[in-house]
């Protein structure tokens, strides 16, 4: 069966202007990508799902199942919105939902292998995997990313002489009661990112180090020897300034985090990567747009199924639109 136009030309790296033209999407701002024609698709509960990396890739999910599929997006304001220059586009149309759990994300890869897309429905997830269609637009997600800090980023980058060697370790809410007895929540040893480190120092004598933690101060120690260069301060928002840092590094190391994940599809082109490995007890190498599914480094994932099978309608939406009616609300 042929693609429709919008879909063969998205998975060539291609989507279509305001004026109709199809064009590379690395040479697009998000604003100048036409508006979707056929249908709509929203996620009401963006904001809720998760904190500032799991929100920004649920926006990118959204915009780019919507860029692909000739749809536009409904959405609310949410809190990691803001940070990247988000447009809230109010969603007020009562639409059946599609939903995934947390670590469903790589069930919800089967979205992007339907035969005719779904539109006029409304995502909750995490959506934290990446399918391969968005690969060459790597350069339009960095831009739909983007934060104002960015020129900060690259003039503190070039204030560091030599090779730059990153590493994020996610501590902080990890130790949730909440979270006790999920794999994939369970903390990766320091050891393996100081012997990671190790090896990565040994490579350049003129290598500077970047630590990138909720719980800096903790884990500092480790890597005294190293001397790490001080917490970038180019951003008043800590998250940010570490995001960036973390992303203008040559080599960057990360564990079960979306947030280092994140930097490293932030990062220009070229940065090597490594992810922690709860099977092989180590950092390996990776490339986080081509790592999938991301999740099975540290636990089981879902298998794909038919998006359809989780499709629901919003019963207690019509219950309460009927409340209002029947007292003129």
């Known amino acids: 069966m042929d693609l429709p136009a919008h879909i063969a030309e998205f998975d060539r790296g291609r989507i279509r202007r305001r004026d109709g033209v199809y064009v590379n999407s690395a040479e697009l701002e998000p604003g100048e990508i036409a508006t979707g024609t056929s249908g709509v698709v929203s996620m009401r509960n963006l904001g809720l799902n998760g904190r500032m990396a799991n929100q920004l890739l649920q926006w990118a999910f959204l915009n780019f199942y919507a860029w692909r599929h000739d749809l536009r997006i409904e959405a609310p304001a949410f809190p990691a919105g803001r940070l990247v220059g988000a447009v809230p586009q109010p969603a007020f149309d009562d639409l ?61 980058r070039a204030q560091i002489p030599g090779k730059l060697i ?19 929540f369970a903390p990766v040893p320091v050891d393996w990112f100081v012997d990671w480190v190790a090896g990565e120092m040994a490579k350049a004598s003129d290598a500077k180090l970047y630590i990138a933690s909720d719980s800096r101060d903790a884990i500092l120690p480790a890597f005294a020897r190293w001397n790490p260069l001080p917490v970038a301060t180019f951003a008043a928002d800590e998250r940010i300034a570490d995001l960036l840092a973390l992303s203008r590094a040559d080599v960057l190391g990360f564990g079960n985090s979306s947030y280092g994940r994140l930097a490293g599809l932030l990062a220009a082109d ?60």
């Open 96 to 156: 059946p939902t599609i939903a995934y759990g947390p670590f469903e994300d790589a069930a919800a890869l089967a979205l992007w292998e339907q035969p005719t897309p779904f539109a006029n429905v409304d995502f909750d997830g995490y959506f934290q995997e990446l399918p391969e269609c968005w690969v060459p637009h790597r350069e339009l997600f960095r831009k739909l990313l983007r934060f104002s800090a960015e020129q900060a980023a690259d003039a503190w």
């Open 166 to 184: 990153a590493v994020h370790v996610r501590r902080g809410d990890l130790a949730d009661p909440v979270h006790a007895g999920i794999a994939q």
């Open 270 to 329: 070229g940065q090597r990567q490594a992810v922690a490995d709860f099977n092989a007890k180590a950092l390996v190498p990776c490339d986080t747009w081509n790592d999938r599914p991301f999740w099975a480094h540290f636990g089981s994932v879902a298998a794909k199924d038919d998006p359809a099978s989780r499709l629901k309608t919003r019963p207690w939406r019509k219950r309460l639109k009927a409340w209002f009616k029947r007292r003129g609300i």
